[in-house]
């Protein structure tokens, strides 16, 4: 079987997993209850976004692939994927106390 792309090229995707940086401007909206839908479709955009990733190197892995190709695959995918599934409801319950907060503020 041919390889999708040379184990060179497989280099390149590691730059899939620079979604790092995006996590503080996020995080800090978040704690200040601004622009909820923005950052909620954004949160979901990048689980999506990598779980679709981390889908192609499973399949690699089944088509036979080399190792080079669902490993550039599979890591970013999933090592990027998985923390922000788990965090997803922790940013929901910041923007739900920050209503709350609102909400409370507004009652004094």
């Given amino acids: 079987m041919q390889a999708w792309w040379t184990e060179q090229a497989s280099l390149w995707f590691v730059l899939l997993a620079v979604?790092?940086?995006?996590?503080?401007?996020?995080?800090?909206?978040?704690?200040?209850?601004?622009?909820?839908?923005?950052?909620?479709?954004?949160?979901?955009?990048?689980?999506?976004?990598?779980?679709?990733i981390t889908a192609a190197g499973a399949i690699a892995v089944?088509?036979?692939?080399?190792?080079?190709?669902?490993?550039?695959?599979?890591?970013?995918?999933?090592?990027?994927?998985?923390?922000?599934?788990?965090?997803?409801?922790v940013m929901k319950n910041k923007y739900t106390e920050s209503e709350l907060r609102k909400a409370r503020a507004r009652d004094l």
């Fill in 19 to 52: 979604s790092g940086p995006l996590v503080p401007p996020l995080v800090w909206l978040a704690n200040r209850g601004r622009h909820r839908q923005g950052v909620m479709r954004t949160w979901t955009g990048v689980i999506v976004t990598y779980s679709i």
């Fill in 62 to 89: 089944l088509t036979g692939q080399p190792k080079h190709v669902w490993i550039a695959l599979v890591y970013p995918g999933f090592f990027t994927a998985a923390p922000y599934a788990a965090l997803y409801h």
